[in-house]
């Protein structure tokens, strides 16, 4: 799967942005699809996850904030990031797992396709 990611830019803390990721096919509708994030200096980390039936997780500090939602028939995966922080300032990778998980997916380790990233600029 290639997976191209696109929506990031600049954005003052509080506004909202819409990260899409195309998927260049999603033959195995088990797939997993995630979000993840890399700041400057840190690790890359979950943001959210879901699956094909829907279910649906999310780091605790974008629960409430950011919403993951999947279009099967676009191969498209979205995430809306909402009241963006500073803190939400990173590189954001989306990512698939052909597991066959009817679970959402924090590891990374768990994905074997990865977009090329988008960067993310809240200012305070």
């Known amino acids: 799967v290639q997976l191209q990611a696109s929506g990031g830019g600049l954005a003052q803390a509080g506004n909202a942005l819409r990260l899409s990721c195309a998927a260049s096919?999603?033959?195995?509708?088990?797939?997993?699809l995630g979000w993840f994030r890399q700041a400057p200096g840190k690790e890359r980390e979950f943001v959210a996850a879901?699956?094909?039936?829907?279910?649906?997780i999310y780091k605790d500090s974008v629960e409430g904030r950011f919403t993951i939602s999947r279009h099967n028939a676009l191969n498209t995966v979205y995430l809306q990031m909402n009241m963006l922080k500073p803190e939400d300032t990173a590189i954001y990778y989306c990512?698939?797992?052909?597991?066959?998980?009817?679970?959402?997916?924090?590891?990374?380790?768990?994905?074997?396709?990865w977009g090329q990233g988008t960067l993310v600029t809240v200012s305070s």
């Open positions: 879901i699956t094909s039936g829907g279910k649906i």
């Open positions: 990512a698939a797992s052909k597991s066959g998980s009817d679970r959402p997916l924090r590891s990374p380790a768990l994905y074997g396709s």
């Open positions: 096919e999603l033959t195995d509708t088990r797939t997993v």
